[in-house]
């Protein structure tokens, strides 16, 4: 069975920086995608970004394109979060999950593309 660790959330203020790590227990992690999603209260989960099996290709929704990176080290089985100049709206509990894809490509950016969900880390930003 697949498992996925969060860490590094926490409270920060408005404009500050935050780097989520998420480790996978497979030998599969180089050959799938990862990505991340939040969800605020309520029922939706939004995808925040995605990365190819090598690194090539990444993707983000548009709310967090230039403060976000999505890099991976394959070497340790862990796809990170890098966000910086974050606003309150960032506010939420993060998960990383595992692409279905076999290629190791996003198709889409739809939960249901995502596997072996992790148990999320909070974060919270203030004004």
């Known amino acids: 069975q697949v498992h996925l660790v969060e860490s590094g959330g926490g409270e920060v203020q408005a404009g500050d920086s935050l780097r989520l790590s998420c480790t996978v227990s497979s030998p599969y992690f180089i050959l799938r995608a990862m990505g991340w999603f939040r969800q605020a209260p309520g029922p939706e989960r939004e995808f925040v970004a995605a990365?190819?099996?090598?690194?090539?290709?990444?993707y983000y929704t548009d709310s967090v394109k230039g403060r976000f990176t999505i890099p991976r080290d394959n070497a340790r089985s862990t796809a990170y979060l890098q966000m910086t100049m974050l606003r309150p709206e960032d506010t939420a509990m993060y998960y990383c999950?595992?692409?279905?894809?076999?290629?190791?490509?996003?198709?889409?950016?739809?939960?249901?593309?995502?596997?072996?969900w992790g148990q999320g880390t909070q974060v919270t930003v203030s004004t």
């Open positions: 990365i190819n099996r090598n690194g090539g290709d990444t």
């Open positions: 999950a595992m692409g279905t894809d076999p290629y190791g490509a996003v198709p889409s950016f739809s939960p249901q593309e995502f596997s072996s």
